[in-house]
């Protein structure tokens, strides 16, 4: 099971303007944390990954915790930089590193906020980095609020400032008069606890993706063949993709998808998956999802050539419900695939749906029989023999262990 809070932030006219994200092992309404740089890692695979970004605060921005280190690494850049705010932790070692890591962060489009501005923080000597400050409004009196108000936008006027644990009404009013932009606290919303079940991913492809990614010499035909070797990977991808282009963009097959994100998002998203590899997929049902997508695949190659790599993505797509417990409708329904794939997946209708009830007679102890109408029987047997002898050529690829 999968464990995020958000509570909203609002802007001056109580509309929302983000949701912070926050880290939950459970239901309780309480962070937990050992490991910060790992809360923050698993945050961001459960967020862009498990659940998409639309989903969990729609066309709002994201607040995302990021400790120092976190910061410095790099590792936000899984994160996308048109949706995310850096929520930086106070605490930090204030250097020339940390000064260089917020640049960097910056030059790549991040927006930054510093996370309880304080009296004499450190971050002070960096605030033109920043993009907002948050305070922490019930800390001190209400005069002393507006006293560090005014600083604030005396030494940075374009910096926004948001005020954070706003508790009651009497603490609203005052800290708009004040100049505040942005508000956050119980007196708005609780942070709310939301949990889905957790979806296995092949830790093997997993990290045969990214090993393949570090490697200068794999082309994107290499990409597209280890990420086309386990659904769970594939699904993920056009997840990702569908949430980059907000879903304004229909997501026609998987090389499509590599194209959109480029390389450096690929990376990123494969870095999440090998860390979010916990749970043990079903090697079994993944090499029945690449028997199907083959044959799908080499039979539409010879009848319907222009359709080859939507068939090919219908066969591998179709055993998720199997892999993830969830109905099929709701796995579409998470992604912006083509109008005809989706068709074939929910309701095996349309030329595509024609074509994986096809590849899925060949389960049956009587294929023929169940072949639909207007299928070749005869291309479709030389479609399945040659997805056989594929299939037993990728030997340890489909046979190796994919779980953690």
């Given at each position: 099971m999968l464990y995020i809070a958000r509570q909203p932030i609002l802007d001056r006219?109580?509309?929302?303007y983000g949701f912070e994200l926050l880290h939950r092992s459970s239901t309780v309404n309480a962070a937990v944390i050992d490991d910060p740089d790992h809360a923050t890692a698993t945050l961001a695979q459960q967020a862009v990954v498990e659940w998409g970004l639309d989903e969990l605060v729609g066309r709002s921005w994201a607040?995302?915790?990021?400790?120092a280190s976190y910061l410095?690494?790099?590792?936000y850049q899984t994160l996308p930089a048109n949706r995310v705010i850096l929520e930086i932790l106070e605490g930090c070692v204030v250097d020339g590193q940390f000064a260089s890591a917020l640049r960097e962060a910056r030059r790549h489009g991040y927006r930054v906020a510093f996370?309880?501005?304080a009296d004499d923080d450190d971050r002070s000597v960096v605030l033109d980095l920043a993009d907002m400050v948050k305070i922490e409004v019930d800390q001190w009196p209400l005069?002393?609020?507006a006293a560090r108000a005014g600083e604030i936008r005396r030494d940075a006027p374009s910096v926004a400032l948001l005020a954070e644990k706003v508790e009651t009404y009497e603490q609203f009013i005052r800290c708009r008069a004040m100049g505040f932009d942005y508000f956050q606290g119980y007196f708005f919303a609780r942070p709310s606890v939301l949990r889905r079940n957790s979806l296995p991913i092949g830790f093997q492809g997993a990290m045969t993706l990214l090993n393949n990614l570090m490697d200068p010499a794999a082309g994107i035909d290499e990409l597209e063949?280890?990420?086309l070797s386990d659904p769970t990977l594939a699904y993920r991808v056009l997840r990702v993709a569908s949430s980059a282009s907000s879903g304004l963009t229909s997501i026609p097959s998987v090389r499509y998808a590599l194209v959109m994100l480029g390389l450096r998002a690929v990376r990123q998203i494969a870095s999440l998956m090998v860390l979010a590899a916990e749970t043990p997929a079903n090697e079994a049902v993944i090499a029945l999802?690449?028997?199907?997508a083959k044959t799908a695949a080499t039979y539409a190659e010879r009848v319907l050539p222009e359709r080859a790599e939507p068939a090919f993505l219908v066969g591998l797509m179709s055993v998720l419900d199997g892999l993830f417990g969830l109905p099929l409708v709701e796995i579409c329904d998470a992604v912006s695939i083509d109008g005809d794939v989706r068709a074939a997946l929910v309701g095996q209708t349309g030329p595509l749906g024609a074509v994986l009830q096809m590849a899925m007679a060949f389960e049956r102890d009587d294929p023929v029989s169940?072949?639909?109408e207007g299928i070749d029987i005869h291309v479709a047997i030389e479609a399945y023999a040659v997805a056989a002898r594929w299939s037993r050529s990728l030997g340890p690829l489909v046979a190796a262990p994919v779980g953690a």
């Open positions: 006219a109580l509309r929302t607040f995302v915790n990021v400790p410095i690494s790099g590792a996370d309880d501005f005069d002393r609020v063949r280890t990420i999802g690449l028997d199907r169940h072949m639909p």
